[in-house]
């Protein structure tokens, strides 16, 4: 079955320095995968998805990923981290099929300090 | 375009009541996808609906229902509400198949 995990329950970092959030996905075929952010009370929003071709993906707000299909990850980096940045990001992946239902991580906090 | 929109934003029920939740997708998105939040739980997929046709299921007790009507926009329900109902319940519109998902802002659901 497929699953996501983010090993990151909370992270804190200090306003400029880089980012990394980890995901790890159990996926048989090449998975559909995706970041998404979550500011408090509020919904998710897309930072960027993976479907197939260049494994360096760029999304929006300066995010990217990196798919490394070896290690089964779909990892998060920002080399600057803003303090508007704090929220929480999600990974998931596409359970495939004749559906549009993602399968998300539990999450990770980030806290940026000044 | 307008994004998703979701009505009420926020609701207080009693237990043993029922409650209807409303999602509008994006203009020209045909799927709509209903999750449920929770800080113990997380993210939980409910069901997804494409052209007013249930496409798949989570598993969650027959409480909960929904239906998409033909402009696509969605509903869902629970009946019988439970303290443990209280959630964020999210919407998210696809265009079609792409698992491209755009979520709304939701709806806070509290049972006391």
């Known amino acids: 079955a497929q699953s996501v995990t983010q090993p990151d329950i909370h992270i804190t970092v200090s306003e400029g320095a880089s980012l990394e959030l980890r995901c790890n996905y159990s996926y048989g075929a090449t998975p559909y995968l995706f970041w998404y952010v979550q500011s408090p009370g509020q919904g998710l929003q897309l930072l960027l998805k993976y479907f197939s071709g260049d494994t360096l993906v760029q999304g929006i707000k300066g995010f990217e990923a990196e798919f490394k299909r070896s290690q089964s990850s779909f990892n998060l980096r920002k080399p600057s981290v803003h303090w508007s940045d704090a929220a929480e990001y999600f990974c998931a992946v596409a359970s495939g099929g004749a559906t549009n239902k993602l399968i998300f991580g539990t999450g990770t906090l980030l806290a940026v300090q000044p | 375009k307008a994004g998703v929109t979701q009505t009420p934003r926020y609701l207080i029920k009693t237990r043993g009541q029922q409650v209807t939740l409303s999602c509008s997708p994006i203009?020209?998105?045909?799927?709509v996808s209903w999750y449920q939040q929770t800080p113990g739980q997380g993210l939980q997929f409910l069901f997804e609906?494409?052209?007013?046709?249930?496409?798949n299921k989570g598993n969650f007790p027959g409480r909960f229902s929904g239906r998409q009507f033909s402009n696509s926009r969605s509903e869902m329900n629970v009946s019988t509400l439970e303290l443990g109902d209280s959630a964020l319940y999210l919407c998210?519109?696809?265009?079609?198949?792409?698992?491209?998902?755009?979520f709304g802002p939701g709806t806070r659901l509290t049972v006391t």
């Open positions: 998210a519109s696809s265009p079609t198949q792409n698992y491209e998902q755009y």
């Open positions: 609906y494409f052209s007013e046709t249930q496409r």
């Open positions: 203009s020209g998105h045909r799927s």
